[in-house]
C-alpha cells in the first residue's frame, strides 16, 4: 500500500518510522511518502492560510496551496502506480464521519491513501468538493473530541490500517481476534489480560486461566469481554443482541 501525506508538519510524522508501521516499511508493505505543503506556495511567506469568508474566528487553509499539492502527488504517485490510478483522498476533520474498525478494513483494501491533514479551522471546503468529483474523497473524524490539527488523526489512521495488511501483524496475532473485527468478537470490548508472575503483590491470576482447560478459558473471557462491555460501553452490547449473542451468554 502506497501512502502519501501533505501537511506543514511533516516532522510530525516521525513514528511511522518506528515501530510495527517501521518494520512495515523496511519490508516493503507500506511505502509511506511525506509532503511539505508550502513547497506548493509561490510567495515569500510561503502562506498557507487566509481569512474565512464571512468572517469568525481564526484562519482557512487556501485551496490554491492544496490544489497544487494534491495534483502534484497524485502525479508523483501515479510515476510508481501507473497513470491511471488514483488515490482515496482522506481529510481528518471533527465533522467527518466516524473512523471506525470497519472504515479501517475498507481502507486496508485499498492500493494508495492521500491524507490531508490540515491545521488552522481546516481547508476550504472546496478543495474535497473539487476532488469529489474525480475520485473517493471522504472527510472522517477518529472522535467527538477536538484536536489543534489533522496531523494526529492520520498516526492514528496510518496505524488502524497498517495493522490490517498481510504481514504486518506477527502469526502470533490475529486482526480477526481484535475487538470491533466482524465475527464471533465482533462489538465486543477486550476483557482482561494477564501474564507471569502468577501472584504479583497480592493480587492473584484467575485460576480458570491456569487450568489448562481451553473450552473453559474461552468460555471465561467472552464472558469478561461482555461484562467489560455492559460495564463501559453498553451501547455496544444493543447491537449484539441483533448480531452476537449465543446461548450462554445471557447468563453474565
Ligand atoms: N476527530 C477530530 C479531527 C480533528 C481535527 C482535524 C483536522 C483539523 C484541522 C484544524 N483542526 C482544528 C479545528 C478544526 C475545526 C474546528 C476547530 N478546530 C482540526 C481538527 N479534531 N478531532
Known amino acids: 500500500m502506497r501512502v502519501d501525506i501533505i501537511s506543514i508538519f511533516p516532522e510530525y510524522f516521525a513514528p511511522l518510522d518506528v515501530s510495527l508501521m517501521g518494520k512495515a516499511r523496511e519490508r516493503g508493505i507500506l511505502d509511506i511518502h511525506l509532503h511539505q ?14 481569512t474565512p ?13 492544496w490544489g497544487e499539492a494534491v495534483d502534484a502527488v497524485i502525479d ?5 502506480l501507473g497513470a491511471d490510478a488514483l488515490p482515496r483522498l482522506i481529510v481528518p476533520t471533527p465533522s467527518g464521519r466516524p473512523f ?21 479551522e481546516g481547508i476550504d471546503s472546496r478543495v474535497v468538493a473539487e476532488y469529489g468529483e ?18 494526529a488523526a492520520v498516526l492514528v489512521m496510518v496505524e488502524a490500517v497498517g495493522r490490517l495488511l498481510p504481514g504486518v501483524l506477527g502469526n502470533a496475532r490475529s486482526v480477526a481476534d481484535d475487538s470491533f473485527a466482524p465475527g464471533a ?9 494477564y501474564t507471569k ?16 482447560h481451553h473450552g473453559r478459558i474461552a468460555r471465561w473471557r467472552r464472558d469478561e469481554a ?4 455492559l460495564d463501559r460501553r453498553p451501547e455496544l452490547v444493543a447491537r449484539l443482541d441483533r448480531d452476537g449473542l449465543d446461548k450462554h451468554d445471557r447468563r453474565v
Do not use: C
Open 37 to 50: 505543503l508550502r513547497d506548493w506556495t509561490h510567495d515569500v511567506h510561503r502562506t498557507v492560510d487566509d
Open 53 to 65: 469568508y464571512g468572517g469568525g474566528p481564526g484562519m482557512v487553509m487556501k485551496p490554491e496551496v
Open 76 to 80: 508523483g504517485g501515479r510515476a510508481a
Open 100 to 120: 471506525t474498525q470497519e472504515v479501517a478494513l475498507e481502507y486496508a483494501g485499498e492500493p494508495w491513501l492521500l491524507f490531508a491533514p490540515a491545521r488552522y
Open 134 to 151: 474525480r475520485l473517493r474523497a471522504d472527510e472522517v473524524s477518529i472522535g467527538d473530541y477536538v484536536l489543534a490539527g489533522g496531523e
Open 185 to 193: 468478537m465482533a462489538n465486543l470490548l477486550e476483557g482482561p489480560v
Open 197 to 212: 508472575p502468577p501472584v504479583w503483590r497480592g493480587h492473584e491470576v484467575p485460576e480458570v486461566l491456569l487450568s489448562g
Open 226 to 229: 461482555l461484562r467489560r462491555t
